[in-house]
């Protein structure tokens, strides 16, 4: 079993950067793919991005292609998310989820931390 805590959100202006950061408890984190999800008020979760198991390159959003990375490293048992040039419309709870492999559908992850809250004000 994963447990999985965010860190890292807060209250930006937009053009702003923020790093979030997901640590998950256990030994078998590197075993796990790693998504990144995130939910508006009144709206349903949203993928935003993923990463295998063993890092490289990662998979994301159309509408965070270019402005967000993300990253793990399976030495600290945490995966990043770094973004930049953050609008109002990336408003929302952050969630990461860990899962046996990349996907976009929130479904097919098993794990999941409690979300950390991004806000970008105009």
Not at 48 to 55: F, L, T, W
Not at 72 to 99: H, I, W
Request: with cysteine; glycine share 12%.
């Amino acid at each position: 079993q994963v447990q999985l805590v965010e860190s890292g959100g807060g209250l930006v202006q937009a053009g702003a950067s923020l790093r979030l950061s997901c640590s998950a408890s256990g030994r078998t984190f590197s075993s796990y793919a790693m998504g990144w999800f995130r939910q508006a008020p009144g709206k349903g979760r949203e993928f935003v991005a993923a990463i295998r198991r063993s890092g490289g390159s990662a998979v994301y959003a159309d509408s965070v292609k270019g402005r967000f990375t993300n990253s793990r490293d399976n030495t600290k048992n945490t995966v990043y998310l770094q973004m930049n040039s953050l609008k109002p419309e990336d408003t929302a709870v952050y969630f990461c989820a860990a899962g046996r492999n990349v996907a976009a559908n929130w479904r097919r992850y098993d794990y999941w931390g409690q979300g950390t809250q991004v806000t970008v004000s105009s």
